[in-house]
């Protein structure tokens, strides 16, 4: 099995300890290549927006005043925060019109 940070310190030591620059360059590039670039960390995209849904929340709100945040995102399968967001868009719109 690989020890990484051993071979790192292994790698140091040795490029401390030698005097010829070609053995202390080609090290040095085997110490840079022992590094990994940490991946991007996404939640999945389990419901994505679609413009379906998109219309779907803006009418269902605009039919059922009464009816929570929460429930809209249910029946919609969204984020309920993304269905406040939707709403909350709707509202600087429609403002912005008048």
């Known amino acids: 099995m690989s020890d990484i940070p051993a071979a790192r310190a ?7 300890a030698t005097s010829c620059p070609v053995a202390k360059g080609a090290m040095a590039f085997a110490l840079s290549k022992m590094r990994r670039v940490e991946p991007r960390r996404r939640g999945p995209w ?20 009464s009816m929570h945040v929460s429930e809209i995102a249910a029946l919609v399968q969204l984020n ?8 909350s868009r709707a509202e600087i719109v429609t403002e912005g019109e008048r």
């Open 10 to 16: 292994i790698l140091l030591q040795a490029i401390d």
């Open 46 to 65: 389990k419901n994505k927006m679609t413009e379906q849904k998109r219309k779907a929340v803006y009418d269902l709100a605009r039919n059922n005043p």
């Open 80 to 87: 309920p925060g993304r269905v406040s967001e939707l709403l």
